[in-house]
């Protein structure tokens, strides 16, 4: 049984910061891959951002130069420092996991229950 728990969303004023994380836990071999997605109200779940293999790092044209994403490895966990913050960055982000359970086994991708971001003023 795999995981994911995010924790640190919430409201706050454009211009400013939030630091989103996201903790996988259980029965994991290894991790190839972590990143963040968002879904705003009446709009598809879009890409934010993806950390792979703890170093490579994408982001997507909107949040780039605004947002990094990092990852610990000893702790499984992913973070993402929102800077800058836009009313148009508000949504649902949902962190997700590629995770390998067993040696030779294939990867699967797990997802988080989301946390809610609102820019507002």
């Known amino acids: 049984q795999v995981q994911l728990e995010e924790s640190g969303g919430g409201l706050v004023q454009p211009g400013g910061s939030l630091r989103l994380s996201c903790a996988a836990s259980?029965?994991?071999?290894?991790?190839?891959?972590m990143g963040w997605y968002r879904q705003a109200p009446g709009k598809q779940r879009d890409l934010v951002a993806t950390?792979?293999?703890?170093?490579?790092?994408n982001y997507a044209n909107a949040v780039k130069g605004r947002f990094a994403i990092s990852g610990d490895n000893a702790k499984n966990t992913v973070y993402l420092q929102m800077n800058s913050l836009k009313p148009e960055d508000t949504g649902v982000y949902y962190c997700?996991?590629?995770?390998?359970?067993?040696?030779?086994?294939?990867?699967?991708?797990?997802w988080g229950q989301g946390t809610q971001v609102s820019v507002s003023s």
């Open positions: 950390i792979i293999s703890g170093s490579n790092t």
């Open positions: 997700y996991a590629h995770i390998r359970l067993q040696p030779m086994g294939p990867n699967f991708r797990y």
């Open positions: 259980g029965s994991i071999f290894s991790i190839s891959e």
